[in-house]
């Protein structure tokens, strides 16, 4: 699958400019990962991965994860793809969303532990004078971090998880995510 080609399923599935901004940053924020972890001949699926993970979300948020695998697998997409992009629904209550395998892959990792903090790093970037991520520094986001009427949709649980799963701590995942977002072309 082409990204062009996946860019048109996710427009199929998604009329709001704000899931299809979220799925380009997304998209563009793992492959900047790919290649800052060494899976730079994987780039292209990583971002293809990231593009793809709300697919279902806009038309079938109580299906989230659960009915993009049912479409995915009805256009024969590959089931790396597939079971990568549902494995960011995961949580330790799983059964809520139906069977959704845990993160396992170091790409599956990053995208579960990015997903919900690439909001909240936007959020905190749209507050600065600069509108930006290119002056952003981590104490600021851990800052609005804290405060958990901020971005009060972004789960931190979630982030934090996905750091430990990582192995990494707070500071290095927001760290390396502004990284990748002032990387990425999508992000204002």
Not at 19 to 32: A, E, M, N, P, Y
Not at 136 to 150: G, H, P, T, W
Request: proline share 2%.
């Amino acid at each position: 699958m082409t990204y062009d080609e996946a860019y048109a399923l996710l427009r199929e599935y998604n009329e709001g400019e704000f899931h299809l901004k979220h799925g380009r940053i997304v998209g563009d924020v793992l492959r900047w990962f790919a290649g800052d972890l060494g899976y730079g001949d994987e780039a292209d699926f990583w971002q293809l991965v990231g593009l793809l993970h709300d697919l279902d979300f806009e038309k079938y948020p109580d299906e989230h994860c659960v009915k993009s695998q049912e479409i995915m697998r009805g256009r024969g997409l590959d089931e790396r793809l597939i079971r990568a992009t549902a494995s960011h629904g995961w949580d330790e209550d799983a059964s809520r969303h139906g069977e959704l395998p845990k993160p396992e892959h170091e790409m599956e990792k990053v995208l579960y532990a990015t997903d919900e903090l690439t909001g909240l790093i936007g959020a905190v970037a749209i507050m600065r004078p600069s509108r930006s991520c290119d002056d952003l520094e981590v104490k600021s986001v851990k800052k609005k971090y804290k405060d958990k009427r901020f971005a009060a949709g972004c789960d931190r649980a979630v982030i934090e998880r996905g750091a430990e799963m990582l192995g990494w701590d707070l500071d290095k995942l927001i760290e390396k995510t502004i990284l990748a977002m002032r990387a990425s072309e999508n992000v204002d």
